[in-house]
Protein backbone atom coordinates (compact mmCIF):
# COMPACT_ATOMS: atom_id res chain seq x y z
CA UNK A 1 0.00 0.00 0.00
CA UNK A 2 2.89 1.95 0.65
CA UNK A 3 4.11 1.93 -3.25
CA UNK A 4 0.70 2.80 -4.55
CA UNK A 5 0.44 5.75 -2.59
CA UNK A 6 -1.72 5.06 0.51
CA UNK A 7 0.61 4.97 3.18
CA UNK A 8 3.51 6.79 4.64
CA UNK A 9 6.41 5.13 5.86
CA UNK A 10 9.22 5.74 8.97
CA UNK A 11 11.38 4.04 9.90
CA UNK A 12 11.23 2.92 13.31
CA UNK A 13 14.34 0.83 14.63
CA UNK A 14 15.04 -2.25 11.76
CA UNK A 15 11.11 -2.14 11.30
CA UNK A 16 8.62 0.32 9.79
CA UNK A 17 5.77 2.22 11.24
CA UNK A 18 3.22 2.94 8.70
CA UNK A 19 0.35 5.39 9.07
CA UNK A 20 -2.20 6.44 6.43
CA UNK A 21 -1.54 9.10 3.99
CA UNK A 22 -5.39 10.80 3.90
CA UNK A 23 -8.31 10.29 6.36
CA UNK A 24 -11.18 7.96 5.58
CA UNK A 25 -13.33 11.03 3.89
CA UNK A 26 -10.22 12.19 1.32
CA UNK A 27 -10.16 8.61 0.19
CA UNK A 28 -14.09 8.26 -0.37
CA UNK A 29 -13.93 12.10 -1.83
CA UNK A 30 -11.17 10.81 -4.12
CA UNK A 31 -13.08 7.69 -5.29
CA UNK A 32 -16.19 9.96 -5.67
CA UNK A 33 -13.99 12.65 -8.27
CA UNK A 34 -12.96 9.37 -9.95
CA UNK A 35 -15.93 7.98 -10.61
CA UNK A 36 -17.40 11.56 -11.65
CA UNK A 37 -14.38 11.32 -13.96
CA UNK A 38 -14.94 8.33 -15.77
CA UNK A 39 -18.88 9.03 -16.25
CA UNK A 40 -19.79 10.54 -19.56
CA UNK A 41 -22.79 12.28 -17.91
CA UNK A 42 -21.96 14.10 -14.89
CA UNK A 43 -24.82 15.64 -13.99
CA UNK A 44 -26.52 12.38 -14.60
CA UNK A 45 -24.12 10.64 -12.26
CA UNK A 46 -24.70 13.78 -8.98
CA UNK A 47 -28.11 13.21 -10.14
CA UNK A 48 -28.42 9.88 -8.86
CA UNK A 49 -26.03 10.37 -6.58
CA UNK A 50 -28.33 12.84 -4.58
CA UNK A 51 -31.55 11.25 -5.44
CA UNK A 52 -29.97 8.20 -3.43
CA UNK A 53 -28.98 10.61 -0.02
CA UNK A 54 -31.00 10.20 3.09
CA UNK A 55 -32.84 13.66 3.94
CA UNK A 56 -30.34 14.38 6.51
CA UNK A 57 -27.67 14.01 3.70
CA UNK A 58 -29.08 15.78 1.22
CA UNK A 59 -29.71 18.70 3.81
CA UNK A 60 -25.67 18.53 4.91
CA UNK A 61 -25.42 18.77 1.24
CA UNK A 62 -27.06 21.55 0.58
CA UNK A 63 -25.30 23.66 3.99
CA UNK A 64 -22.29 22.67 2.21
CA UNK A 65 -23.26 24.19 -1.07
CA UNK A 66 -24.64 27.30 -0.02
CA UNK A 67 -21.17 28.35 2.15
CA UNK A 68 -19.42 28.45 -1.07
CA UNK A 69 -21.83 31.13 -2.95
Known amino acids: MHAKGLLDRERSG ?4 YAPRRGP ?4 ASQMNQALARGADRAAI ?4 V ?3 D ?3 E ?3 RD ?3 TRE
Do not use: C, I
Open 55 to 57: PED
Open 14 to 17: RAHA
Open 59 to 61: RAL
Open 25 to 28: ADEV
Open 46 to 49: LQHF
Open 64 to 66: LLD
Open 51 to 53: AGL
